[in-house]
Antibody, heavy 122, light 107 residues
Framework: QVTLKESGPVLVKPTETLTLTCTVS??????????VSWIRQPPGKALEWLAH???????SYSTSLKSRLTISKDTSKSQVVLTMTNMDPVDTATYYC??????????????WGRGTLVTVSS | SYELTQPPSVSVSPGQTASITCSGD??????ACWYQQKPGQSPVLVIY???KRPSGIPERFSGSNSGNTATLTISGTQAMDEADYYC??????????FGTGTKVTVL
């Protein structure tokens, strides 16, 4: 069974750095045709793509958040980690990781984790 | 940055056809996907590569993409199709973009 599971803090303070982990099972992060993205959704609002990483360590970041984001992976642990610096209350959202399948430009998110709600508040 | 615009809401009677549009500059030159999200749940892929349906997605879901507009069509809409729908594409720099989202209400 293929799954993705997000983990990390439920609450962070303004200006702190958020670290989220996506643990995958049922597929390998070394698979050449698959990658993992992070996507977030503020309460009641739309989805927002944040970043992705592929097996060859190719990475891409949201244009507006690029300066605050870092994505990395540990293939041996089947984990993808996202860090976001200088957190602000507007960053309060459910953060999802999703598997990317296909070849560019045909990529699509075929599997999603359940998401983890992160609240930014002092 | 690249933007995708959707109507905020679409209403449809049971059994009728719902069409949801997604507009972006030269979107037809890219490949659009569509995701369904029900309250409290994670998004689910319903259309990829403009018009392909993943395994398990009913045939009543179809997609098209041309010019500046991608369209998700739900034929014979059922109450279970009531959800938020998001289009998504990749810009020329491999940056992901989601649409603004459309709430489909089955009256």
């Amino acid at each position: 069974q293929v799954t993705l599971k997000e983990s990390g803090p439920v609450l962070v303070k303004p200006t702190e750095t958020l670290t989220l982990t996506c643990t995958v099972s049922g597929f390998s992060l070394s698979n050449a045709r698959m990658g993992v993205s992070w996507i977030r959704q503020p309460p009641g609002k739309a989805l927002e793509w944040l970043a992705h990483i592929f097996s060859n360590d190719e990475k891409s970041y949201s244009t507006s958040l690029k300066s605050r984001l870092t994505i990395s992976k540990d293939t041996s642990k089947s984990q993808v980690v996202l860090t976001m610096t200088n957190m602000d209350p507007v960053d309060t959202a459910t953060y999802y990781c999703a598997r990317i399948n296909g070849d560019y430009p045909y990529w699509y998110f075929d599997l999603w984790g359940r998401g983890t709600l992160v609240t930014v508040s002092s | 940055s690249y933007e995708l615009t959707q109507p905020p809401s679409v209403s449809v009677s049971p059994g009728q056809t719902a069409s949801i549009t997604c507009s972006g500059d030269k979107l037809g030159d890219k490949y659009a996907c569509w995701y369904q999200q029900k309250p409290g749940q994670s998004p689910v892929l319903v259309i990829y590569q403009d018009s392909k349906r993943p395994s398990g997605i009913p045939e009543r879901f179809s997609g098209s993409n041309s010019g500046n507009t991608a369209t998700l069509t739900i034929s014979g809409t059922q109450a279970m199709d009531e959800a938020d729908y998001y289009c998504q594409a990749w810009d020329s720099s491999a940056v992901g973009v989601f649409g603004t989202g459309t709430k489909v209400t089955v009256l």
